[in-house]
Nanobody, 124 residues
């Protein structure tokens, strides 16, 4: 099992940008796909984006396609989520998850390891 640590959340105005980072604690996850999910208050945790172990395949939720970009730097053992043109409806706690999972799998149960989450708040 891999413990994941997210960082980079914060408060931003609508139209602004943030970059989230996800790193494993004490281990590498270069052979695992990594995904970002988000959970708004009173709502279910939902898929945002995923990237394959080698970084060659990605998948995005329709709501973020064209605004968010997932990437990974294998040398730094880090996965990023660049979020541009942020909207108030993007406000949520963002979680990264890792697993031996296809990037097209968007259900939470398929991803074995999770971080504690980082809050993103977008003001209007």
């Amino acid at each position: 099992q891999v413990r994941l640590v997210e960082s980079g959340g914060g408060l931003v105005q609508a139209g602004g940008s943030l970059r989230l980072s996800c790193t494993p604690s004490g281990r590498t996850f270069s052979n695992r796909a990594v995904a970002w999910f988000r959970q708004a208050p009173e709502k279910e945790r939902r898929f945002v984006a995923a990237i394959s172990g080698g970084g060659g395949n990605t998948n995005y939720a329709t709501s973020v396609k064209g605004r968010f970009t997932i990437s990974r730097d294998i040398s730094k053992n880090t996965v990023y989520l660049q979020m541009n043109s942020l909207k108030p409806e993007d406000t949520a706690v963002y979680y990264c998850a890792a697993g031996y999972t296809a990037v097209t799998v968007t259900t939470t149960g398929a991803w074995g390891d999770w971080g504690q989450g980082t809050q993103v708040t977008v003001s209007s």
